[in-house]
């Protein structure tokens, strides 16, 4: 089972972080080792899941996107019924209670899109921890609503102006929080990078949504998916779904970046197609860099996926060829965000709107016979004033 | 293998001093005022040089460096021009100068041939922030092929048995981090910053430096005292900035003066 015992991906993973935060690393890497022996711990955790974040989420057929593209059978996994409106809260519930067992009070947090920052506000708010979230102002100008929520919340949201202000810049900054808060405070980092025990434990947090999914999808099918897509900036949902199923050669496992303008200009958030190997924010992974070796700034339409960087087990995964990872441009995306909206009832997050983007794409090209299933992982309410202006509309 | 690190600290041993290790942003307004610095801290008392590479990304410094940082590769900063402007120093001025780059452009360019050009263009050491000892020691070894010293960082954070790994790894001098959090200059030292340098110091043979968070004279004549060495990074950074508009001599005598005030008080 990956990563290794020092948090390595084949050659992607590590630890590449300052001498300060080594100790914090290390300990959390041993507090989860403990946790994940402790069957109280999961119990609670199962239980917070349950009762509050409102699991297990719906596996939903969508019929008449099915009809409308003529192929495979879609089914979608409802990560945007949950409580805060995204799989985020799945990964900041079981690292609150990591939080509480290491006797730290503070909690921070980087956010692109502001789900994980609503997300960890949330987890902060049940258990009572003081809350800093970081986030770009770009972001926070696009994503005006989740600033709000997170301060109702009573969290702070701390604007990050330097480069491109958006989660690049929010994880850097987080990170030199930590430097110097590292005694008292935990990161509570959102997606599948950093340095480990991070991307292995985030993973496994999320997991309980491919862990669902097989289970709902063979209740219902009797056998298991052709087919399982899902969106991919830091890869978290991704990874979290895919982790059961990479064992089943038959399933075609499909990520979905963001292609922003087109992969052939500069603005686009397409790390694994387009990135080299790297070191970022912790890990070595596939990274979007200029020959000296400075990140270069990524863009999408959807703040949570505009990072230059992706989870080192997806680097993995696509070097041994165990997941294809494709793109959808801003406007196929947006394209998909109404169409799923129409046909389905469900207005998804613009993140999520890339994987039904490709979805649409994919599905005419396979008989109807087989099946797909997409991993919704959020809803798009936050993203509607960002697409009323795309698409010249007033609210 | 005799490294210009070692000769600055033997010969500041024997003269009853600290060394004095003071910081610059490579390409900070620009890499020629870099090379006009160094050489002109050199005379004014500097015993190494730190030269910090501009990351886009990076974790380890206050707001002050990186600042610094993002100047610098606005107005163009590239990796290639740092090992010209040394060699051209090379010429002139012997004075240790170590860099201090973020794993992430030495993973770019390629371990082997960073340590390469490094060398080749007379840089004498090699501190990489975000690499860790116990992750170091490849790129540590692929250094030491090179000529250079790799120099790893003890945190206030850093419990005794990683102090030893450090210790084993760190050549040329340790890095002892003052404070718990980024660069940049602190009102006050870490009231328990002896016993932690004593220590360090326990476990290590080699030099014990002391950096982030030394801004003030009185700050390094505190440090000089308890430490090997005094390093300062963002008073150093910050002085440069202020004196930017001025035509490059003006600025470099200017800073010259700040850095020969520090150097005043580096003796034990």
Redesign the interface.
């Known amino acids: 089972m990956l990563p290794d015992s ?1 948090g390595h991906f084949g050659v992607f993973g ?11 690393v290390t300990e959390l890497a041993a507090q989860y080792r403990a946790a994940r022996r402790d069957r109280a711990f999961g119990r609670e955790l199962d239980a917070l899941l349950r009762d509050y974040a409102g699991r297990p989420t719906a596996l939903t057929p969508a019929e008449r996107l099915t009809a409308r593209l003529g192929g495979a059978r879609i089914y979608l996994k409802r990560e945007d019924l949950l409580h805060t409106g995204a799989h985020k809260i799945n990964n900041t519930l079981g690292q609150a209670l990591l939080t509480r067992r290491m006797g730290k009070r503070r909690v921070i947090a980087e956010t692109g899109a502001g789900q994980h920052g609503v997300a960890t506000a949330v987890a902060a708010a049940l258990f009572g921890f003081e809350c800093d979230v970081y986030m770009g102002e770009e972001d926070m100008r696009r994503q005006s609503l989740n600033v709000f929520r997170m301060r109702m919340l009573g969290a702070r949201v701390v604007p990050v102006t ?2 491109t202000r958006t989660l ?2 929010a994880m ?1 900054e987080a ?2 929080d930590w ?2 808060s ?2 008292d405070t935990h990161y509570i980092l959102g997606s599948v990078g950093g340095p480990h025990p991070f991307p292995r434990m985030v993973r496994d947090f999320q997991s309980v949504i491919g862990r669902e999914t097989r289970r709902q999808f063979l209740r219902r099918e009797g056998r298991l998916p052709d087919a399982v897509v899902a969106c991919v900036g830091g890869g978290s949902n991704a990874a979290g779904m895919f982790t059961r199923f990479v064992g089943d050669a038959a399933v075609k496992l499909i990520g979905v970046e963001a292609a922003g303008h087109g992969l052939d200009t500069p603005q686009h958030a397409a790390t694994l197609e387009r990135g ?1 190997v ?5 890990s ?1 992974s596939y ?1 979007l ?1 200029d ?5 270069l700034p990524a863009h999408s339409i959807s703040a949570g996926l505009d990072y230059p960087g992706v989870g080192p087990e997806h680097s993995y995964w696509k070097d041994c060829g165990r997941v294809e990872y494709v793109s959808a441009t801003d406007a196929e995306a947006l394209e998909a965000f109404q169409t799923l909206s129409r046909l389905e009832g469900i207005i998804p997050a613009l993140e999520s709107a890339h994987a039904v983007a490709h979805v649409m794409k994919l599905a005419p090209r396979m008989s109807r016979e087989q099946t797909i299933v997409l991993c919704l992982s959020g809803r798009g309410d936050k993203d509607c004033f960002e697409v009323a202006e795309k698409l010249g509309l007033k609210i | 293998m005799r490294n210009r690190i070692d000769e600055a600290f033997a010969r500041t041993q024997r003269a009853g001093e600290a060394a004095f290790m003071p910081f610059l942003t490579a390409g900070d307004p620009d890499l020629a005022t870099t090379g006009a610095l160094i050489e002109e801290f050199a005379r004014r008392g500097a015993d190494l040089v730190e030269l910090g590479i501009p990351y886009s990304d990076p974790v380890a410094d206050g707001p002050t460096i990186q600042a610094s940082y993002t100047r610098a590769l606005a107005r163009g900063f590239r990796l290639a021009a740092v090992f010209d402007m040394m060699k051209e120093l090379r010429t002139r001025c012997a004075v240790p100068v170590l860099t201090m780059v973020s794993l992430s452009l030495v993973t770019r360019m390629g371990a082997e041939e960073y340590f390469a050009r490094a060398a080749e263009a007379g840089v004498d050491g090699v501190i990489i922030p975000d690499l860790p000892a116990d992750e170091g020691g490849a790129v540590a070894r692929l250094a030491l092929r090179a000529g250079l010293y790799p120099v790893f960082l003890v945190a206030p954070t850093t419990p005794p048995e990683r102090t030893r790994i450090i210790a084993r790894r760190s050549k040329g001098f340790i890095y002892y981090v003052s404070v718990t959090g980024t660069t940049g200059a602190r009102r006050e030292l870490p009231p328990d910053l002896a016993e932690h340098i004593a220590a360090v110091q326990s476990v290590a043979r080699q030099p014990v430096a002391v950096g982030f968070g030394v801004s003030r004279p009185e700050q390094v004549a505190a440090v000089a005292r308890i430490a090997d060495g005094v390093i300062v990074g963002s008073a150093i950074v910050r002085k440069v900035h202020e004196l930017s508009a001025l035509p490059r001599a003006e600025l470099v005598a200017a800073a010259g003066e700040f850095a020969a005030e520090l150097a005043a008080h580096k003796k034990k």
Do not use: F, N, W
């Not at chain 1, 590590?14 to 914090?24: K, N, W």
């Not at chain 1, 790297?278 to 912790?282: D, K, P, S, Y």
């Open positions: 020092r590590g630890r590449y972080i300052p001498e300060t935060l080594m100790p914090a330097s480069g690049k810049e850097t990170m030199r430097m110097g590292v005694r080299v790297g070191i970022l924010h912790g070595r990274v860099q020959a000296d070796g400075q990140t």
